[in-house]
């Protein structure tokens, strides 16, 4: 983080009142079931950042994706070139605080043939459901975001955000009607999530609205 606490000093001694940086690392992987069969992992990486200056009580922002250098000093200089500059202005940096939160199960050790299984079987509980069900939709998702704060008070903070999804559909069908309904859980945790989760609770509640 040596470069972003750079790039927050750069930003206070060219005149801001106050500096903030929210640096946001995001890695994201999605497994997705459909017609009894696990079609797609996707994977998905972003990085961004987001810079708050105050100035005589107004607040100056920008938005970057994939930051570097070039975009971040194109930012700084557009939003405080309006601002008499103060060259002379030191910060001192605190020692990082760091939070760390993977869960009880962490994604990393749960293998991908478990959540291929989980899926599968989860797929078969809602197609013995009933007799109607003639298609059905899951997916799980993992994120997993490290979030950094920075500020020109010395601010130094990270923390990790894992978010763990589980989404299922089923489609019942009688002649020409269709009708689906879903389950959808989310929450800031490990893969205990599908532990402590009633699924033959929760998929009787959506095959029998959705026969109904």
């Given amino acids: 983080m040596e470069q972003e606490k ?13 500096v903030e940086f929210y640096l946001e ?10 017609n009894k069969k ?33 975009k971040v000093m194109e930012a700084i ?3 405080s070139q309006t ?24 994604f990393e050790e749960v293998e991908d043939a478990s959540k291929r299984e989980y899926l599968k079987t989860l797929d078969a509980k809602i197609r013995r459901a009933s007799s109607y069900i003639f298609q059905v939709q899951a997916s799980i998702k ?17 923390e990790e955000r894992p978010m763990l999804s589980l989404v299922f559909r089923s489609f019942a069908k009688k002649e020409d009607t269709i009708v689906s309904d ?12 599908l532990e402590e989760l009633d699924l033959d609770q929760a998929v009787e509640k959506i095959v029998d609205r959705a026969v109904a």
């Fill in 6 to 18: 750079k790039w927050v000093e750069t930003a206070y001694r060219l005149g801001a009142d106050f």
């Fill in 25 to 34: 690392k995001s890695n994201t992987e999605k497994y997705c079931l459909k």
């Fill in 38 to 70: 696990l079609e797609s992992i996707d994977s998905e990486k972003t990085d961004g950042l987001g810079i708050r200056l105050l100035k005589d009580g107004q607040i100056y922002y920008a938005a970057i994706t994939n930051p570097n250098e070039n």
């Fill in 77 to 79: 200089n557009r939003l």
């Fill in 83 to 106: 601002f008499a500059k103060k060259l002379e202005r030191e910060i001192t940096w605190e020692e990082e605080h760091y939070v760390e939160a993977k869960g009880k199960i962490p």
């Fill in 142 to 158: 993992e994120e997993c975001k490290v979030v950094t704060i920075l500020n020109s008070d010395g601010l130094f903070r990270t």
């Fill in 182 to 193: 879903y389950f959808s859980l989310s929450k800031a945790i490990g893969y205990e999530m």
